[in-house]
Nanobody
């Protein structure tokens, strides 16, 4: 089993920045893929960004390219999502996802991830 601990959510003003963190513990994979998805009430969960350790491949949703950056932390199986120039459309519950090696073309798909965090709220408001 793998446990995911998410942190860093909260309230941010439009145009502001926020950093989300996710740390995996337990029987972790090597190599691994970690990603962030988000969901609004009544809507489908959508892909935001993902990183695959071993090769350092990153994938982003078009809606966040140039604004969000996913990176690996110094600790094993830890990722950050740096969110810059946040707008109201970024407000959602963000979920950390964790899985084994996933091919690049599938990193934006939910099926490859085996574990999910409980979700963390990001609110965008002035």
């Amino acid at each position: 089993q793998v446990q995911l601990e998410e942190s860093g959510g909260g309230l941010v003003q439009p145009g502001g920045s926020l950093r989300l963190s996710c740390a995996a513990s337990g029987q972790t994979f090597s190599p691994y893929t970690m990603g962030w998805f988000r969901q609004l009430p009544g809507k489908e969960r959508e892909f935001v960004a993902a990183l695959r350790w071993r090769g350092g491949h990153t994938v982003y949703a078009d809606s966040v390219k140039g604004r969000f950056t996913i990176s690996r932390g110094n600790a094993e199986s830890t990722v950050f999502l740096q969110m810059n120039s946040v707008n109201t459309e970024d407000a959602a519950v963000y979920y950390c996802a964790y899985g084994p090696y996933i091919i690049v073309s599938s990193m934006s798909q939910q099926f490859g991830y085996k574990y999910w965090g409980q979700g963390i709220q990001v609110t965008v408001s002035s």
